[in-house]
């Protein structure tokens, strides 16, 4: 069984100028012990989607559809009491924001401490906890602004996995530190999840630090997933036109030339271009695309690609 599945997810929020749609019809799974990565250009709903399957979206935005099923929990038909008690015990999230996801005026082993009472659970071995992200004896009295911003992480990965969820969201975690922290406190998610045999689902933009992290990778633009492939088959051989542009734009030590970006800019999810949302700024874009909107299909075993012509 899957530790997470994903069905036909659509996420909307209301505007004065009409209906906003961030994830349109999103599909894929996570298996146990599996670390997947989800990649897109900023607003290509990958934190709305986290947020989504944690059951966090607040108005004006609303889930329209679609399936999570956490083993078999479908968290999306869960009571407001339910999707609580499962927060933290079955599904987790690392926010992207350590600094303000921490209550500034608590020392934070009282916040570990919270997580476990708020959930039926004493508190207790909350030193082991700090002592497994990589946190010195001592810290549980810290306060978080005494705190470098790596062992603030480090304390929302412990407060994230106090109650051995089965899956772990973790959303761009280390986009705030420098490249030395996010290594390690890399490494020290990846130490976490061997632990608890969990399955990891890793945002960010940072395609070095997926190839370095993820087995899967999904990519996200305008809402919608475009391929989904094994890391080092989506590297060597990347089917979705966008993800060959986002490879294309990483800098290469081998090849000192011009930083190579992706021309144009993502679309208004208000008002997304007909068709396949990437063709205005697609090199391989033909009549067909402006025409028809591809649906994500089977290339090969494991590679899916949402492109007409992949
Ligand atoms: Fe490009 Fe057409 Fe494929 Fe879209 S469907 S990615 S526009 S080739």
Known sequence: MNALRIEGLRVSFDHPLGVVRAVDDVSFALRPNERFGLVGESGSGKSTMALAIMRMIRPPGHIDGGDILLGDTN??????????RTRLAGIAMVPQGSMNALNPVMRVGAQVADAMRDHGVQPRDIDQLMARVGLPAGTVEKYPHELSGGMKQRVCIAIAI??????????????ALDVVVQRQVMRTLAVV???LNAAILLIGHDMGLMAQFVDRLGVMYAGR???????????????????????????????KDALRGIPGLAPL????????????????????????????????????????FA
């Open 75 to 84: 968290l999306s038909t869960l009571s407001g009491d339910a999707i609580r």
């Open 162 to 175: 106090c109650l051995r969820p089965t899956v772990i969201i973790a959303d761009e975690p280390t986009s």
């Open 193 to 195: 999840q061997q632990d």
């Open 225 to 255: 997933l475009v391929e989904i492939a094994p890391i080092a088959e989506i590297v060597r051989k990347p089917r979705h036109p966008y993800t060959e542009m986002l490879i294309a734009s990483l800098p290469s030590m081998d090849h």
């Open 269 to 308: 999810l208000r008002d997304l271009p007909s068709g396949c949302a990437f063709h205005p700024r697609c090199p391989k874009a033909r009549d067909r695309c402006r025409a028809e909107r591809p649906l994500p299909r089977e290339i090969e075993g494991g590679v899916l690609a949402a492109c007409h």
